[in-house]
């Protein structure tokens, strides 16, 4: 089964740092993971996906994640945070292409603080 | 496009009371799915469709029933509520990829759900 873990429920950053945002998945073939972001009261969008095209992946609003087979890991990175940045992160994984459910981690929460 | 609409956004039920959650996308998705959405759980899937009449079941089916008569439409009906199933819905539908590919899944704003 394929899965997700995303470590630190909760992530406090102040404005102008690094946003390291962690995910780890489990899958017993090569996976296709996803970040998306929730903003408060809001749907999920998608921030960027891994196809196995390219290992580092850049994705909208300054973001990106880099694809590491051998630490099956697929952490969310951006250089410098904005207070627009404060919400609910998560990662995501399905193991076919196509039309799949997705499998998603518990969630991080950012806060940035000024 | 409107994209993914669910109705109502608000809804508070009584235990015992039936309801049904819509879900309409206009994008002519074939794939659209339905979760919920817990403090700390993440979201967890409930059903899917990956076109008209055909649905599956997901990791927490139970309590639930969906249909899927149209490709615009998929609407979650919840037959007898419980408290456990207070929570926040989404739906989200995605468009067929190409061969070796995966598509983004497009999300609705969610119908916030409490049952009594």
């Known amino acids: 089964a394929q899965s997700v873990t995303q470590l630190g429920s909760h992530v406090s950053v102040s404005e102008g740092a690094l946003v390291l945002l962690r995910c780890n998945y489990s899958?017993?073939?090569?996976?296709?993971l996803f970040w998306y972001v929730q903003y408060p009261n809001q749907g999920l969008q998608l921030l960027l996906k891994?196809?196995?095209?390219?290992?580092l992946v850049k994705g909208i609003n300054g973001f990106e994640a880099e694809f590491k087979k051998s630490e099956t890991s697929f952490h969310l990175t951006k250089p410098s945070a904005h207070m627009s940045d404060a919400a609910e992160y998560f990662c995501?994984?399905?193991?076919?292409?196509?039309?799949?459910?997705?499998?998603f981690g518990k969630g991080t929460r950012l806060s940035v603080i000024a | 496009n409107a994209g993914v609409t669910q109705t109502p956004k608000f809804q508070v039920l009584k235990t015992g009371q039936s309801m049904t959650l819509q879900c309409a996308q206009d994008?002519?998705?074939?794939?659209m799915s339905w979760y919920r959405q817990d403090p700390g759980m993440g979201l967890r899937l409930i059903h899917y469709?990956?076109?008209?009449?055909?649905?599956d079941q997901g990791e927490v089916p139970n309590g639930y029933n969906v249909s899927r008569s149209t490709t615009e439409d998929f609407p979650l009906r919840l037959l007898s509520a419980a408290p456990s199933q207070t929570s926040v819905y989404f739906c989200?539908?995605?468009?067929?990829?190409?061969?070796?590919?995966?598509?983004?899944?497009?999300f609705g704003p969610g119908t916030r759900l409490t049952v009594l």
């Open positions: 899958s017993s073939v090569p996976p296709y």
């Open positions: 891994y196809t196995s095209a390219a290992t």
């Open positions: 994008m002519n998705h074939e794939y």
């Open positions: 469709s990956v076109g008209a009449g055909i649905t």
């Open positions: 995501a994984v399905t193991r076919n292409s196509g039309n799949t459910p997705l499998v």
């Open positions: 989200a539908s995605s468009y067929t990829p190409t061969s070796g590919s995966v598509n983004e899944q497009f």
